[in-house]
């Protein structure tokens, strides 16, 4: 006979104290001659019983038990069950009490992002209205809109002066009980800066530069960098209105840095500062800033959702690793875990866009989350075909991204082809998010 406790024991019963418990089991182990171990969550009692001979009992002789009190453990239940039989196994199952402990490295975060804001509303408004309804405010971070620099991206950074009044804030607005401007707000954890060690920086001679006007080209760039000590710039990569200056020698760097942050390049004011390096064996699963390895000739980039600072974009988890007849290794898959449906289990009815971005393994999802996260349209995609050399069939996705709020479009279509409808779109989701 075999039954299982699918409530969680608490390690708080108001029966008797841990002690206690823990010689209830003991005394029950020594009477019964049954083995109790740990596993997965649940603590095993038995499985085989002493002196138990052949194989363990067939389908069908096991029973479910639930409803059970949380402060009830194996000396009360088994000498309930056993007036049914004898017990071959029991599992009951644990959370809190008896697991191992995780530890890991504690981020000591001090910025929330605040998404969702009206895109007319300026840094010393934002910074107002949050000093309104909570305590510790630092700064506000806000971005200026990439077409049009009177306008914000919608979103802003708010800095606190220490991780509880991070968290303090963080909960004072959660969405529905605080709404600025009249608008439902959105609330989370800004993504941890990413840090990069001292002796690294300094080797570093690429230039992030921010705050471009769209309309300003990388020959433009170059042009404005070379102006303080012609010769000094190998090369400009610009991806919407940010761009990476690549210098030959540091030094160089350093001074133009100096020299350019602030300066105004086709009536746009730009921010400069030294870029941080890629990380070629990090993964794509940074909210929505994952990673990819850029060649030496190409190098993709783009600020993260913190501070602008450059995070590579990288093969999504999802994608297989043949793309175009290319073998490709990526980062190992997204670890899986399946649960058992027990009965009586209460399922309730909830929307994807409620889950946090961990909840999503593939760029698609992670687009579509994004775009409702901005209140976008949906992304459209639309696809084309073209016919390889030797007959095959290669595809693309174009991505239409429409914004609701004033009625932009932007296209967006990456320069490879895939040999599958499900590669093409991902690959397409992909570079989207990159340049979004």
């Not at 804030?169 to 800066?193: K, Y």
């Not at 400009?236 to 350093?254: G, I, P, Q, T």
């Amino acid at each position: 006979m075999h039954e299982e406790n699918n409530t969680a024991a608490n390690g708080c019963g108001k029966i008797r104290s841990g002690a206690r418990n823990g010689a209830a089991l003991l005394a029950l182990m020594e009477k019964t001659g049954y083995s109790m171990v740990q596993q997965n969550g649940q603590r095993k009692f038995g499985g085989p019983p002493p002196g138990w001979e052949g194989p363990p009992p067939p389908r069908g002789c096991e029973v479910f038990v639930g409803k059970i009190p949380r402060d009830m453990y194996e000396d009360e239940l088994v000498p309930v069950f056993e007036r049914a039989g004898k017990i071959y196994e029991l599992r009951l199952m644990m959370e809190f009490s008896g697991k191992f402990i995780g530890v890991c490295v504690s981020l000591d975060n001090c910025r929330l992002f605040i998404g969702a804001i009206p895109k007319d509303k300026k840094k010393e408004e934002i910074l107002n209205e949050m000093k309104k309804v909570t305590e510790g405010v630092v700064d506000v971070i806000v971005y200026p809109n990439a077409t049009d620099k009177t306008k914000n991206r919608g979103f802003a950074f708010v800095e606190y002066e220490s991780h509880r009044a991070a968290a303090m804030a963080r909960r004072r607005l959660i969405p529905g009980t605080f709404q600025p401007w009249g608008h439902t707000i959105q609330v989370d954890w800004a993504d941890p800066e990413k840090v990069v060690d001292d002796e690294t920086m300094r080797r570093v001679k690429v230039l992030y530069v921010r705050n471009l006007m769209i309309s300003t080209t990388e020959d433009k760039i170059k042009a404005e960098f070379n102006k303080f000590k012609p010769g000094v710039v190998e090369r400009v990569k610009k991806l919407k209105d940010y761009a990476f200056v690549h210098f030959f020698h540091r030094e160089d760097a350093v001074a133009a840095m100096s020299v350019m942050n602030g300066k105004c390049i086709d009536g746009a004011s730009i921010e400069v500062t030294l870029a941080k390096p890629v990380n070629k064996e990090s993964s794509w699963k940074q909210h929505f800033n994952g990673q990819i390895s850029p060649s030496s000739e190409n190098l993709l980039g783009f600020p993260n959702k913190e501070d602008g600072t450059q995070k590579p974009l990288g093969k999504p988890a999802s994608l297989p690793v043949r793309l175009n007849g290319q073998h490709s290794p990526g980062p190992p898959e997204v670890e899986r875990s399946t649960y058992p449906i027990f009965p009586g289990i209460k399922l309730t009815p909830i929307s994807m866009y409620s889950l946090k971005l961990s909840h999503f393994s593939s760029a698609v999802m992670h687009l579509d989350y994004f775009c409702h996260k901005n209140s976008w349209a949906p992304p459209e995609y639309c696809l084309y075909s073209t016919t390889s050399q030797d007959g095959k069939i290669l595809l693309v996705y174009k991505v239409l991204i429409s914004s609701i709020a004033d009625d932009s479009q932007a296209y967006f279509m990456p320069e490879k082809l895939s040999t599958t409808v499900e590669d093409a779109k991902e690959l397409a989701a992909q570079f989207t998010l990159l340049h979004l």
